[in-house]
């Protein structure tokens, strides 16, 4: 069976963290001060000159005290191991109207550029679960980084749409982040970042979005720089499935589910085969292996990448709503 990373996302307030950034350790001149200014400094120690940039501590030379310093610097200049990290979620499907308020295509645009002026780092979000894992320490994550995940897999992700009213509107997350890019050149290269969550079984998705749901941009987004493809269950268990319909598409567990896996997929535990929109269903090892694994590794199928995040959907099993 494949190993799977279960990890539930918590709600996250937006908190104010020090942001320190001081000038004289900018030794390389590169307008930020990170590890290359480290090495900068030592650089002018050892070779004996003497660069004002360097001096990080303002003593009027240029010595070990100013590699501390600078050391000082970077270390200040990363998230502290005890912080709290936003993670703001999207639905690419809410385009109500023309406005930031009720349109997710708008509000996401308005958004990166909020975070941005107010010295946000949009970051991976794998990068943050290894990082709440204790996998990853906080030196290695600007200090104030930001994730943004995408739920549940709308083709307007990725795809753009035709809006005559409203051209904003008609805009898919991809090419609102690529503009953001664009406008920005200034960037870290692997910022912005996102994740999108999506729901696997070919069946479900006709089901709850039509043909709003397809699957083919998966492995593109997968590998582009800018979003990654996630896990959010076979069926998110939606009450608009009457089941027991079999998904042969799914069979990566022949000896669990022989034909496939059946949905909505909660009743290889309540034997209620009607999705509830309700994740505490999911209540046994069948269920969970339906839900999550078969999931996962159909998914992997697309994108060539085991999905190591999964978004549990609805309110009632996670703290927000995915
Ligand atoms: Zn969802």
Known sequence: MKKILFWTIGLLGLVNISYAVVPQGDCDGSGDVNIQDVLC?????????????ADCDGSGNVNIQDVLCTINIVFNDSLSNSSKVPILTYHSWTRAGC???????????????VLHQNGYTIVPVYWISQWALGDRDGSTLPSKPVGITFDDGDNLD????????????????????????????NLPAYSPHTSSFVIASPIARDIIGGNT?????????????????????????????????TDPALSSLPSLFPDGVKIAASGYHSNNWIGQQNFQNVGNYNAAAAEI????NY?????RR???????????????SC
């Open 41 to 53: 400094t030592i650089n002018i120690v050892l070779s004996g000159s003497s660069l004002g940039d």
């Open 99 to 113: 406005t930031e308020e009720t349109s997710n295509a708008l509000g996401l645009a308005a958004d990166l550029e």
């Open 158 to 185: 990725w795809v753009d749409s035709v809006s005559e009213d409203c051209p904003a509107n008609a805009l898919s997350f991809k090419t609102i982040l690529e503009n953001f890019k664009a406008t920005h050149p």
């Open 213 to 245: 749901m397809s699957e083919s941009w998966w492995h593109e987004a997968q590998s582009s720089s800018i979003m990654e493809i996630y896990n959010h269950s076979t069926d998110h268990d939606h009450n608009t499935i009457q089941g027991p319909i």
């Open 293 to 296: 694994v078969a999931a996962a």
């Open 299 to 303: 998914i992997e199928s697309k994108i």
């Open 306 to 320: 085991i999905p190591r995040l999964i978004c549990l959907p609805l309110r009632k099993s996670n703290t927000i």
